[in-house]
């Protein structure tokens, strides 16, 4: 069974930063994909960021680029989401998914192409 879980969601003010870690199990990470998503109350599910299996290419949203950086630790199975200048706008639940395949590609904001999910962690921003 396929797990993913977050953690490192938090109540942050504005301009601060926030680290999230997503740990997965039972699937072979260094042979996905994987993405971080995020969903506002009353907002759809919006990709985040994706990144490809050996860390060589990486896709952001164009509201966090420049401000969030995704990467990954193979060798402990782990995902990361590094978000500075944090804006209330960014508060969200958010999650990560792993993708079908090792590269993200132009689809890669749709939540249609990763086949499993965390169960989410909640970032808030706010003074």
């Known amino acids: 069974e396929v797990q993913l879980v977050e953690s490192g969601g938090d109540l942050v003010q504005p301009g601060g930063s926030l680290r999230l870690s997503c740990t997965a199990s039972?699937?072979?990470?260094?042979?996905?994909?994987m993405g971080w998503f995020r969903q506002a109350p009353g907002k759809e599910r919006e990709g985040v960021s994706c990144?490809?299996?050996?860390?060589?290419?990486?896709y952001y949203a164009n509201s966090v680029k420049g401000r969030f950086t995704a990467s990954r630790d193979n060798a402990k199975n782990t995902l990361y989401l590094q978000m500075n200048s944090l804006q209330p706008e960014d508060t969200a639940i958010y999650y990560c998914?792993?993708?079908?395949?090792?590269?993200?590609?132009?689809?890669?904001?749709?939540?249609?192409?990763?086949?499993?999910w965390g169960q989410g962690t909640q970032v808030t921003v706010s003074s």
């Open positions: 039972g699937l072979t990470f260094g042979g996905s994909a």
């Open positions: 998914a792993a993708r079908l395949g090792v590269y993200c590609s132009e689809s890669w904001s749709l939540a249609g192409a990763y086949n499993a």
């Open positions: 990144i490809n299996w050996r860390s060589s290419n990486t």
